[in-house]
């Protein structure tokens, strides 16, 4: 009988071991000592996609600008297929991941990504181009991410004329994730007239601490995290003296959460922590486990975990609607 059991290395094909490669050289090459980034380095290594309305695979995108002083923009995704017709579709507002110091929504991995949950849910996709660690340290990228949701509130005439922002769900990866998070909190506490957030889609978030987790002392060879470069990363992003303790959602109308894991993530042991805490909050959530992927691994098409994700991910959305 085939083993049951987990492989000692995560089994990946060549191509998407390619595409790692390639990122984590960049992420570690633009890194400087003293806690910089070679912004320009990094602008031209960063393969970008364009805002192209025409559609591609059933998807046009254009970009909206919030603030110019701040460079705070989001990309739309908008599925021209079938759900062109419906009455009306959800909106997802997403946050991409890179450890708050990379990337953008015009990077080609989650200019792809955003499209195939536009196509495939399908839903209005709102992409945020948040501020950068470590030239725009805590709280910008919070701020930035209620900024878009306060704009949207305000402006809901910049999206397509379906596009339900009573049906508004939260999504992001790893660092993104942490900042859906921050931006659910905030909602909860704040009055947006329009809006009504229904779910939080939370893609192996980036939460962490000072203590050492088990996954974290064993994970030391696996792709694209590790404990020098997510220290790095949290040093880049908070203000001296500060801790990683995330905010309380006890009392608040939280929404209800999906929370993906890889088994080859460094970080699982922290995500599996925050799906816990929320569980004890008195919230709803809902955790899915994939044994065998690594960090990131849903930006990668060829990974079988990656179409798992979007299924499930259109299941939690559906199940949150009927309950509307």
């Not at 329009?194 to 030391?220: M, N």
């Amino acid at each position: 009988m085939p083993s049951t059991q987990s492989p000692s290395k995560p089994l990946l094909p060549w191509k998407t071991r390619l595409s790692i490669s390639f990122l984590s050289t960049l992420t570690d090459v633009a890194r400087r000592p003293d806690g910089t980034v070679n912004r320009r380095l990094m602008n031209f290594l960063d393969r970008k996609a364009i805002a192209n309305p025409k559609p591609v695979n059933g998807v046009s995108s254009s970009d909206v600008t919030v603030d110019p002083d701040r460079n705070l923009w989001f990309r739309i995704f908008t599925p021209t297929t079938t759900a062109a017709t419906l009455a009306s579709v959800p909106v997802i507002v997403f946050f991409h991941g890179g450890g708050f110091s990379f990337l953008s929504p015009a990077s080609f991995a989650y200019d792809a990504v955003c499209r195939r949950f536009a196509r495939k849910i399908p839903a209005v996709v709102i992409s945020v181009n948040y501020r950068l660690c470590p030239e725009h340290r805590y709280p910008s990228q919070y701020n930035d991410g209620f900024d878009v949701l306060q704009f949207l509130d305000e402006n809901g005439a910049v999206l397509p004329d379906n596009a339900d922002l009573t049906k508004l769900i939260l999504a992001g990866d790893s660092a993104g994730a942490n900042l859906a998070h921050h931006v659910a909190v905030r909602v909860c506490r704040s009055r947006l007239r329009k809006i009504r957030v229904i779910g939080l889609i939370s893609i192996q978030p980036f939460f962490g601490g000072e203590e050492r987790t088990e996954a974290e002392i064993q994970l030391t060879g696996v792709p694209l995290v590790s404990v020098p470069r997510t220290d790095w990363m949290w040093n880049a992003m908070l203000p001296d003296g500060a801790n990683r303790d995330h905010e309380a959602v006890n009392g608040l109308d939280y929404p209800d959460t999906i929370v993906f894991v890889g088994g080859f993530d460094p970080l699982k042991d922290w995500q599996r922590r925050y799906y816990e805490w929320l569980r004890k909050s008195g919230k709803e959530a809902k955790l899915i486990e994939y044994p065998n992927t690594i960090h990131a691994f849903y930006v990668f098409p060829e990974l079988p975990e990656s179409s798992q994700l979007i299924t499930e991910v259109k299941d939690f959305i559906n199940k949150r609607m009927s309950k509307m």
